[in-house]
């Protein structure tokens, strides 16, 4: 695991143990890193997922705040990319991927990976599949939204590995910073955490059952609603 998920999983400890209370700021980023011994760019990093996941919001020109639990994201922000095409700040950033327009790009790109997962599906692929939505569970029964975002990501990519084809592979891979951002933001509403896990049964049981249409539709069916629990409204192509 990457230093700023290792530190993001510790800032949500210490918010949910009550260390850092509802409605209180955290310490300045300086503090934060020097007392956690790692990079600046690591915490900023630590703290944006924090921010997609509904821990905390940023309140200019004062600091970083601990989100009321009953927080809800109207707006979802953007996905800032730097020109190198990883996530970056918005003063840094040469361009912004709209969180619409990541979804239209997923329901094209992953329904097609799923249906093909489907049609190639072999005996030892599906315990891997299953095993990834196991941990996914497992993370939100303890409330580990930053391993249960892990393990969202990576039951998507293991879809996208599965389609046979080595280029949705690399484009998933390609675009893992927005893609993860837009798995994140759903878990925002905390009343319905356990949508996306649902709806990943769906996906991994047509799969596994060689249902190539039923796969198809049960990722579009989990794109489309997820992007509505965050307010998201976008044409399917």
Do not use: C
Not at 78 to 85: E, I, K, L, T
Not at 141 to 162: I, P
């Amino acid at each position: 695991m990457s230093m700023p998920n290792i530190a993001a999983q510790t800032l949500q400890r210490q918010i949910l143990s009550g260390t850092y209370r509802s409605g209180e700021m955290l310490p300045s980023q300086r503090e934060l890193a020097e007392s956690m011994g790692i990079s600046r760019a690591s915490l900023r990093e630590a703290l944006s997922m924090l921010e997609a996941l509904g821990f905390i919001r940023s309140v200019p020109g004062k600091g970083t705040l601990v989100a009321e639990r009953q927080d809800a994201r109207v707006t979802p922000p953007q996905v800032q990319m730097g020109a190198d095409g990883e996530a970056g700040n918005a003063g840094n950033a040469v361009s912004a991927l709209d969180l619409a327009a990541i979804f239209q790009l997923r329901y094209t790109l992953e329904s097609a990976a799923a249906a093909l997962a489907a049609r190639h599906i072999t005996p030892h692929a599906t315990p891997r599949l299953w095993g990834v939505q196991a941990r996914f569970e497992d993370a939100l029964k303890n409330l580990d939204l930053v391993s249960a975002s892990h393990a969202d990501l990576e039951f998507h990519q293991l879809v996208a590995e599965l389609s046979g084809n080595g280029a949705f592979t690399q484009v998933v891979r390609q675009f893992e910073q927005p893609i993860s951002h837009s798995l994140r933001v759903p878990f925002a509403d905390r009343e319905r955490i356990w949508a996306p896990a649902i709806e990943h049964r769906a996906i991994a049981a047509a799969i596994s059952a060689g249902d190539v249409e039923g796969a198809r539709h049960a990722m579009q069916a989990h794109l489309a609603n997820a992007a509505a629990r965050v307010g998201l409204v976008f044409t399917p192509p």
